[in-house]
Nanobody, 126 residues
């Protein structure tokens, strides 16, 4: 599957951004989707994931209450709405997809996703 992330940019602390990730090449509703990020000089880390039907979501603790993951299976797109952004949220954000696991299966592990987008840069200024 091919993934194209977009929506990154420069925003002041406290602001909001919505990232999008468009998928092609595979039935989107068969994919569980995730967002990861990599800050300068740091390892890639999990941000959020959503099940195939959008019934289940999971977030890393540092973004709970500020970020919301969603998907539109008719548009083959997953979103990450980010609010109350902090300088620590500055990173390249990557979307990821995988077909494995049951309908309720969610994963925070990068090695459990087999397709990755190119990343979109989010910079939060203080």
């Amino acid at each position: 599957v091919q993934l194209q992330a977009s929506g990154g940019g420069l925003v002041q602390a406290g602001g909001s951004l919505r990232l999008s990730c468009a998928a092609s090449g595979r039935t989107f509703s068969s994919l569980r989707m995730g967002w990861f990020r990599q800050a300068p000089g740091k390892e890639r880390e999990f941000v959020s994931t959503i099940s195939r039907s959008a019934a289940y979501t999971y977030y890393t603790e540092s973004v709970k209450g500020r970020f919301t993951i969603s998907r539109d299976n008719a548009k083959n797109t997953v979103y990450l709405q980010m609010s109350s952004l902090k300088p620590d949220d500055t990173a390249v954000y990557y979307c990821a997809a995988d077909q494995s696991g049951g309908s309720r299966y969610l994963s925070q592990y990068a090695n459990e996703y087999d397709s990755w987008g190119q990343g979109t840069l989010v910079t939060v200024s203080s």
